[in-house]
């Protein structure tokens, strides 16, 4: 009976949508309450395309079934057409007695915990203790797979956290070579699918699919220009030159020692030297380069394995590209991780323990229906506060001794952000990354602003960035008129340092 399919389908649609609109018109007071309504009209709008696409295919009639079943009640005797669809209905039950009938009336209706509904919601099971329902990231294990790849520094995770989407040397310590290993492609795959997940589960409401399609366009475009940064094609070197695609770009790179020079006769002199030639032994154990297969082969060998290094290289790229993009979205949750891991490390097992005790039992209360609580509501909202303290993550003043023991009533001001005034140090050490003391510095034309930390002067900094010029200057100087003499170890040195060396 396509008829009553396709009015079933009307209805279902239009509960649906009855459905996400009270859900919309609620504001839920926690965030695991926000994040389940959103879930939940997510699903129903996943729901409404399916039914959609269903309710399409019957209009349609590719097969005719609804214009026959139209033409059967039209024509001939109505009842002979009713009766025969009501012997079909009582055969149906006769033969499934106990199928249940669904109600849409209830079935999208938003019900309370005492009405039936489990106190368990969906999104208790999608985020770890960690993540608190989507404040913060969870990166240990992630980190420990960081900690294991060969060549990294061993970083802590407040450092990790500041570091996981930094791809390119010299903050990024695992070379080119070695990203080629499955053990970093599996764990760069892995942190760009946490953070991917993440995403999903914390925007259920967002076209998330859009913003994928979106990075992968822009590594297309940044791959075919040759601009990923730390994947440019290398050029091999050939006799007595160098490429110059690796290090600053301004000198000559030796692939073998994996070291810049900024002189061509000092390239030449070292290439003799007892450093140059066992790091070039090293490098032909590890595997022939291409000017080798150049000899040994007869060109298209070598030009597959380099087609296939450059693909495995390709898809290394792309997970780091998309991590980097990734960790732009997720910036407000990365900063408020490290904070979090910062308190934490200050607590013990136990406040630990209460603290998610509390944030569990909050979100599990049960919000007053209608107006039958409109006068607690209102006497809960006045919060008695003579001192103007900061609030707390549960909405109340903090003590006044946490108030004195961060200095939070101590003004800090800045005259590069517009005489901006922080109240506390730990909000004043902390505005020196953020956008408006960056913007400030930028306008008075300073680029380099790492280094003028606790600066908060207009002409302090101006006078900072013109000594840092001079001196640059002066170095470039006399750097350019340094003579560079070499030992018979191939060490190179000034020519003072050299004949201080050969006096000894």
């Not at 070039?280 to 290094?309: D, F, I, M």
């Not at 039992?361 to 506060?385: C, F, L, M, Q």
């Not at 680029?447 to 002067?457: A, P, Q, V």
Request: charged share 35%; proline share 4%; with cysteine.
């Amino acid at each position: 009976m396509l008829l009553e399919d396709q009015r079933f389908l009307h209805e279902d649609l239009e509960r649906l949508e009855q459905g996400i609109s009270d859900r919309i018109l609620e504001e839920p007071k926690y965030i695991r309450e926000r994040l389940n309504r959103d879930h939940q009209i997510s699903g129903f709008l996943t729901r409404i395309q399916e039914q959609s696409k269903r309710l399409l295919e019957i209009y349609k009639d590719a097969e005719g079934a609804r214009t026959r079943e139209i033409q059967a009640i039209s024509t001939g005797d109505p009842f002979d057409e009713f009766y025969k669809q009501l012997g079909e209905i009582k055969d149906f039950h006769r033969r499934y007695p106990n199928e249940p009938v669904e109600n849409l009336e209830r079935a999208y209706k938003r019900k309370a915990p005492g009405e039936g509904e489990s106190a368990t919601l969906e999104v208790d099971n999608m985020f770890t203790g960690e993540e608190a329902f989507g404040k913060f990231l969870d990166l240990t294990t992630l980190h420990e797979d960081y900690l294991n790849l060969p060549g990294v520094k061993r970083l802590s995770y407040i450092q990790y956290l500041d570091a996981f989407d930094t791809f390119t040397p010299p903050q990024c310590p695992i070379k080119r070579a070695d990203k080629s290993t499955d053990q970093y492609f599996g764990y760069v795959g892995r942190l760009a699918t946490y953070l991917e997940d993440f995403l999903k589960r914390t925007r259920p409401l967002e076209d998330l699919e859009k913003i994928f399609a979106s990075f992968d366009r822009d590594f297309e475009k940044a791959w075919e220009a040759n601009e990923v940064p730390g994947w440019g094609k290398e050029a091999q070197a050939v006799g007595p030159s160098a490429p110059i695609t690796e290090g600053t770009g301004e000198g000559i790179w030796c692939p073998d020692c994996e070291k810049e020079f900024k002189n061509d006769n000092v390239y030449k002199n070292h290439l003799s030297g007892k450093k140059h030639i066992k790091a070039a032994e090293l490098r032909k154990a590890n595997g022939p380069t291409n000017g080798a297969n150049a000899q040994k082969t007869n060109g298209h060998a070598s030009s597959r394995g380099n087609t296939v290094q450059r693909l495995k290289e390709r898809a290394i790229a792309e997970r780091e590209f998309r991590v980097k993009k990734l960790a732009g979205i997720l910036q407000t949750q990365r900063a408020d991780t490290r904070v979090n891991v910062e308190r934490k490390q200050g607590m013990t097992e136990r406040e630990r323990q209460m603290e998610l005790d509390a944030l569990f039992a909050e979100s599990t209360e049960v919000a007053p229906r209608n107006g039958d609580d409109e006068s607690g509501s209102d006497d809960d909202e006045k919060i008695y506060n003579p001192l103007k303290l900061p609030l707390a993550w549960d909405g109340k003043p903090i003590p006044y001794w946490l108030y004195k023991l961060h200095g939070l009533g101590v003004e800090f001001s800045c005259e590069i952000c517009g005489n901006f005034v922080y109240m506390g140090r730990r909000a004043f050490d902390k505005h020196f990354n953020e956008t408006r003391h960056i913007y400030g510095l930028r306008c008075l034309g300073i680029t380099n602003t790492t280094l003028f930390r606790e600066i908060t002067g207009i002409q302090d900094a101006l006078k900072l960035w013109d000594k840092i010029q001079r001196d640059k200057k002066m170095e470039k100087a006399g750097g350019e008129n340094i003579v560079q003499m070499e030992d018979a170890d191939g060490n190179v040195m000034p020519e003072k340092v050299y004949y201080e060396y050969v006096s000894v």
